[in-house]
């Protein structure tokens, strides 16, 4: 009886090869994403862009949230905002009275929502690429596991950068319709997003 290990050896060359491609993959998503989270880290003072629809008039203001005030809110045209030095001939004032809705977002949330899903995507479509292991010899197309893990990967990293930018752009709505009432009531809430959280 003949016994051979060739196969056997070539089996586990292939399983070694594709721990290593899971192994950069998933190194590769937790640096970005610990990069990302080291951005968040550095700015304490987190930019939410702010747009205020008036209901008066068919106007849409559109910047940052800055202040909340007693029966106001202070929003700036600017994005680059130093607490010390305010120009404010950049800001503008809105009575509660003139609001009808807020509506807020932090800002770089849509390119950050398309990197994670992209990431997100590449990892779970090499994992299931490195998985499904090579095409049968007999296939039209034959793959190693590892380029089926890439091919899979780049796939996949376009649809999560895609479904990643959707919930990204979404924006939190606070109705306040001319209402005192509305308006403290979400007052706590809007100075969470304000740059001056006073």
């Not at 007999?138 to 793959?143: A, I, M, V």
């Not at 109705?175 to 959280?197: A, H």
């Amino acid at each position: 009886m003949k016994v051979t290990f060739i196969p056997n050896i070539k089996s586990v060359i292939i399983n070694i090869n594709s721990m290593k491609l899971i192994n950069v993959i998933v190194l590769i998503a937790l640096c970005c994403l610990n990069s990302l989270n080291a951005q968040d880290t550095i700015h304490k003072n987190k930019i939410y862009r702010t747009w205020v629809s008036l209901n008066r008039e068919p106007f849409r203001f559109k910047g940052v949230l800055y202040e909340v005030n007693d029966s106001s809110i202070l929003v700036s045209r600017s994005i680059v905002i130093k607490k010390n030095t305010i120009d404010r001939s950049e800001m503008a004032n809105f009575n509660f009275s003139n609001i009808e809705t807020i509506r807020t977002r932090k800002n770089n949330n849509i390119g950050k929502g398309i990197l994670i899903g992209a990431l997100s995507g590449f990892v779970t479509g090499g994992a299931i690429g490195l998985i499904s292991g090579a095409d049968p010899p007999d296939s039209f197309f034959q793959f190693t596991a590892g380029e089926n893990a890439i091919l899979n990967g780049i796939l996949l990293a376009f649809v999560g950068g895609d479904i990643g930018g959707v919930i990204g752009s979404f924006k939190v709505k606070i109705p306040i319709n001319g209402s005192i009432n509305n308006f403290n009531r979400n007052k706590n809430k809007l100075r969470g997003y304000s740059v001056n959280k006073k």
